[in-house]
């Protein structure tokens, strides 16, 4: 491959980190380490829901960001309110100023960029939240500026053919040597795959191989030690 272009939030560092030092400091319960996984993986699932109609215009993004730990709660019976929500995902954006890389992420970020390999990067949401998250990262010691890419300021978003067909004509890339990685099926290994790119998904949470489509992703590995296992014997 000559360009490898990245997601960010769960697949170059551990978001459920910052989640679980969130629900610690704002819920009084003696939550499990377990419990917490739990309340994370719903979470996710609404806020990717949220986050399409937000996208769509069907919500505003303050009901996106409030609406997701909102609805994860309601699950468990875990009584919040919208000001409590507020707190907490302003409490959850303060945590995630102190995210750090997987370490071997950061190792193999030093090797392709030594071997010269056009490096990117593709993620969805807010354009001053995610680029805190990438300069918190420090990811311009690998990836230039012009090579980072935050849907919120392109206009579209994973897994839409447009933002993808958006970074080859910015990038110039070859679609046949392009790799994609990612840890969400829908929005990064469907949305890759339908742009004509090969996926590799950073499945460490596990999840099953979704049925309702025939796409499937080129690799797939559990792991950043996995993951860097397969590029740097790959490369």
Known sequence: MDTIIFDVDDTLYDQAQSFHKTVRKLFQEPFSDEEIDELYRASRKYSEILFDQSEAGEITQFEWQTGRIMAACKDFNIPIDTEKATIFHETYVTEQKNITLFPEVEELLNVLHKEGKQLGILTNGEEKHQAMK????????????????????????????????????????????????????EKDIIGAKQAGWQAIWMNHRKKNLPTYTTYKPDKEVHSAKELLELLVKKA
């Open 134 to 185: 990438m300069k918190q990262l420090n990811l311009s010691r690998w990836i230039p500026a012009e090579m980072t890419f935050i849907s919120g300021s392109i206009g579209h978003a994973k897994p839409k053919r447009e933002v993808f067909d958006f970074i080859e004509e910015k990038m110039d890339l070859d679609q046949t040597k392009t790799v994609y990685i990612g840890d969400n099926f």
